[in-house]
């Protein structure tokens, strides 16, 4: 089955920084890579999601990036906010069949320091 | 905004009881899903549910967890005699159409604490 690394465990920035979530994957069939902000004791929530026919996507200050060869993607939050502060899980899924569930990383604790 | 709801949003229970967790989908929706997420880790599927029938169940999901959707509209998880280490926090997620690129909706949790 699937199975998703995630990097680095925790991370912390100053406030107006840049902070980089990397992940990989290992099904070559996974074709669906969303991005989940979560907040002590709330549900995850999307913030991002790229499929696998586009290498980039950008949303304001959060982006997105896909390498499909090197099965591999990254998250990045420009100018970093204290309410950027959470938990991010990378996820991986792929469709087929009946079934399209989330395969999702350990998480990274981002701690954006004012 | 459409939205899943959970209930209760906190159950505790003594080892051994049987618990139900109930999900209400978005109404279009036609994948559901139920995940688990121990505190502190990161979030673990447990089983999907599509036409009325599991389509795919992980390891955890063993013979004490069930999902039905008895009513066409609520979504439950039942676990028949619950350990210590079920606690967590149990989310539900549903998806409309499925294919790549379908987002998941996730309510806002049930935190079971069996004691």
């Not at chain 1, 907040?39 to 790229?50: A, C, F, H, N, V």
């Not at chain 1, 939050?77 to 950027?84: G, K, N, R, S, Y």
């Not at chain 2, 229970?13 to 139900?20: A, D, L, N, P, R």
Request: glycine letters at 6%; a negative charge; aromatic letters at 10%.
């Amino acid at each position: 089955g699937e199975n998703v690394e995630q990097h680095p465990s925790t991370l912390s920035v100053q406030e107006g920084d840049s902070a980089v979530i990397k992940c990989t994957y290992s099904d070559s069939a996974s074709n669906y890579f969303p991005w989940y902000k979560q907040e002590l004791g709330k549900r995850p929530q999307l913030i991002i999601d790229i499929r696998s026919n586009v290498g980039e996507k950008k949303d304001q200050r959060i982006a997105v990036t896909l390498n499909k060869t090197a099965k591999h993607f990254s998250l990045h939050i420009t100018e970093t906010q204290p309410e950027d502060s959470a938990v991010y899980f990378c996820a991986a899924s792929r469709s087929g069949g009946s079934n399209y569930k989330l395969t999702f990383g350990k998480g990274t604790l981002l701690t954006v320091n004012p | 905004e459409p939205e899943v709801t959970q209930t209760p949003s906190h159950q505790v229970t003594q080892m051994g009881q049987e618990v139900i967790l109930r999900c209400v989908p978005i109404s279009n929706h036609l994948y559901f899903y139920w995940y688990r997420q121990i505190l502190g880790q990161k979030v673990e599927f447990l089983v999907s549910f599509y036409n009325n029938e599991i389509s795919e169940k992980s390891e955890i999901f063993d013979d004490q967890f069930s999902v039905e959707r008895p009513d066409g509209s609520n979504f439950t998880l039942k676990i028949r005699s619950t350990k210590l280490e079920d606690s967590a926090m149990y989310f539900c997620a549903t998806l409309s159409s499925g294919g790549p690129g379908t987002e998941a909706f996730f309510g806002q949790g049930t935190r079971l604490t069996v004691v």
